[in-house]
């Protein structure tokens, strides 16, 4: 039996609701069934096992773990050259893969591809009038032919993470499996962080070939302040450690930068969450190292930096301003 091209990496855990749904996606694909795989990591047993094997399907089980350690054995398992990522309660549509199949066999080079997504509801309809940012769903065409720091910055801070959206070449991840394990969430942080430091090329596309679904659990995560708090703590104590570690170790240690302007963005942006004053040499700091880059590598202003601005003197207009967009989903 030939080889897959790609392996579709699924984890689920303690969640059985939409995984169907989301294997069905991959096995109506347009690409050749005989191009790619599908692996299924899960914490539980379901009645569509068995003919999931019958699919050719690997079944993976783990009774506990974190996300990172339910990655780490998928990944091990996967055949493929280039990995595709779908979390268990999205879906592909019929043409994402023949687009990843085509891109990377296109160019050797490229390591890494994200597409745009759109928003479904939890039946699977299209989800209308979603109180979530719009830049959450496309992106523009992008090449990053050089992960110099222009390019890191446009990849890291430009791109939205959704792991549904992303497939990257399987031996930068293998590369890096010792990290992996070791990080408990923000898996698409790490998968960007891992392309940065192999200083590959990567492909932004504006094709809409995911379908994010937005339910309770996919949008409770920070309902409260308190609840992001506790979030941002597990973030900036847990992993991002490791993927600072991984990029001190990487050919690209540079890119160490780009992750701590992304990781000080979200430190600001809690602290004004939470109705503090920010200083003014806190405020430079933000200025200088993220909203300047984005503007002079991405063309992009940074209107959070209004926010920030604001809060050095009104920190809780500032916090109230932020509040209604973040915590109203």
């Known amino acids: 039996m030939p080889k897959p091209y790609i392996s579709v990496i699924m984890t689920a855990y303690n969640r059985k609701q939409f995984l169907n749904g989301a294997v069905d996606s991959v096995l109506i694909q347009t690409l050749d069934r005989s191009l790619y795989e599908i692996i299924i990591m899960k914490n ?3 009645d569509y096992d068995k003919g999931w094997k019958k699919e ?3 079944l993976l089980y783990k009774p506990d773990g974190s996300s990172g350690e339910f990655l780490y054995e998928a990944v091990k398992a996967a055949k493929g050259e280039v990995i595709a990522f779908l979390e268990d309660d999205d879906q592909f549509e019929r043409g994402k893969l023949s687009a990843v199949y085509e891109s990377f066999t296109k160019n050797p080079y490229l390591v890494y591809y994200y597409n745009s997504r759109k928003y479904i509801d939890a039946h699977g309809n299209d989800a209308e009038n979603v109180n979530l940012p719009s830049n959450a769903l496309r992106t523009k065409d992008r090449f990053i032919g050089k992960m110099d720091r222009s390019g890191m910055f446009r990849l890291l801070l430009l791109s939205s993470f959704n792991m549904s959206s992303m497939a990257i070449k399987k031996p930068i991840l293998a590369d ?8 408990p969430e923000m898996q698409d942080t790490f998968t960007v962080c891992a392309v940065m ?4 090329q990567a492909l932004c596309s504006s094709k809409v070939l995911t379908k994010y679904r ?3 659990a996919s949008t409770s995560s920070f309902k409260t302040v308190e609840k992001m708090n506790e979030q941002i703590t597990r973030y900036t ?3 991002y450690p490791q993927m600072k570690e991984m990029l001190n170790n990487s050919k690209n240690p540079s890119a160490l930068r780009a992750l701590d302007a992304m990781i000080y963005r979200m430190l600001v942006d809690n602290k ?3 109705g503090n004053r920010i200083g003014i040499l806190s405020t430079l700091k933000y200025l200088l190292d993220y909203s300047l880059p984005m503007l002079f590598y991405c063309s992009k202003f940074d209107r959070f930096a209004v926010l920030v601005l604001l809060s050095l003197v009104f920190p809780k207009r500032a916090q109230k301003i932020l509040a ?3 915590l109203a989903t």
């Open 44 to 46: 539980f047993k379901t």
């Open 56 to 58: 050719g399907i690997k």
């Open 176 to 183: 890096n499996l010792k990290w992996l394990k070791k990080i």
């Open 197 to 200: 430091g192999s200083g590959g």
């Open 214 to 216: 937005i339910h309770g």
């Open 237 to 239: 104590t847990l992993s």
């Open 272 to 274: 004004i969450l939470n």
């Open 324 to 326: 209604g967009r973040e």
